[in-house]
């Protein structure tokens, strides 16, 4: 029994030496006026190789935070370390969208999300400060999130992704916080059109961002994801397109974000930026 016991701890310690590392951090944003929580995962080869990394921003759903993808996905470090890259998980609030808010000007996700997180986050970490070098994706709201920043701010990301994304959230004006953020749909139908990434999509001029995205067929927002998907084909714009089964959960995400930070590690090794 020692020496089993021995044996079990040997191999459980071997496991947390190599594991990716996990920071919990504070970044005030001068847009909101707060500090905003982020995750910041770092492979297990950063605390002991010089080199920079690219980083991968992976953003949380609705009523969600900071926290939700390491406690909720189960071989997200494993996954970060086998890739090799730094993943930052920031904090959206409850229901931001991450969009900067024209109702509510406290609720600037937009500029706290694409400026100033990843300021901060190169300042700080051995990353490589280039469009080429971040990608952005997330699950529902933060699916609409991830490809709503990198395509307003294709200076900044270089790749995007999105799981099971609320991309057009308009058939749903009474749901999430939506209205709350960006008034009645109604009365504010234009500002409802400029903020849903169905229609984002359209100013895109192809190879202007490397693009994957997916939703599970069982899922209330594969209609909309299709939809997109069929845009991004009218307008000839290449992208990676998945439908699998599967529904609005983890047990869906967890299983989607493997081949996602794979899909990123073909573009940061593309760009030269990995090897």
Known sequence: MKRLSF???FT?????????NVDTIAIYSKSMHKNVKCIVITPSKYATDTAHLPVVYLLHGYSGNYSDWVLNASDLLQTID????????????????????????SMKYETNVALEIPEYIDAHYRTIASRKARAITGLSMGGHGALYLAMKHTDIFGAAGSMSGGVDF?????????????????????????????????????DELKLIFDCGVN????????????????????HDYIE????????????????QLLFFRRYFIDNKIMN
């Open 82 to 105: 086998e890739n090799g890259f730094i993943v930052v998980c920031p904090d959206g609030a409850f229901g931001s969208w991450y969009f900067d808010s024209p109702v509510d000007t």
């Open 244 to 259: 699998r089964p599967g529904e609005h959960n983890w047990v869906y995400w967890n299983n989607s974000i493997k081949y």
């Open 7 to 9: 044996a079990l701890l």
């Open 170 to 206: 308009r058939p749903f004006p009474d749901n999430w916080d939506i209205k709350k953020y960006l008034g009645e749909y109604a009365l504010h139908k234009d500002v409802w059109d400029k903020n849903v990434v169905v229609n984002l999509a359209g100013s895109l001029q192809n």
């Open 12 to 20: 459980m310690a071997c496991f947390f030496v190599k594991a990716a």
């Open 219 to 238: 899922d209330f927002f594969i209609q909309v994801n299709r939809d997109l998907h069929k845009k991004l084909l009218d307008n000839k714009i290449d």
